[in-house]
């Protein structure tokens, strides 16, 4: 019972790519959040021009990478017969 069919290794591959995607998000929330621990507390972080665009596009970048996760995991919550135990 080694081999499965092309179908469940569509699906576990389908599975491995929302992980890394989710992977790949935790890791800029982390970042996000290591940045914002250098701040004392009850003090604002404070972003220059440059490091608001950045900060942005990190954001930008989590929140894609989230909605990418979330889609894969869709096709196969649409294909449950798909799913090997």
């Avoid at 800029?28 to 009850?42: D, H």
């Amino acid at each position: 019972m080694a081999n499965t069919d092309s179908t469940s290794r569509s699906t576990q591959s389908v599975l491995l790519e929302a992980v890394d995607k989710l992977d790949e998000a935790k890791a800029l929330a982390t970042f996000v959040q290591s940045i914002s621990l250098n701040a004392r507390a009850g003090e604002a972080v404070i972003l220059q021009p440059a490091q608001l665009t950045g900060f942005y596009y990190v954001m930008k970048n989590a929140i894609d990478l989230i909605k990418e996760a979330e889609a894969l995991i869709e096709t196969v919550r649409k294909q449950p017969e798909a799913l090997t135990v």
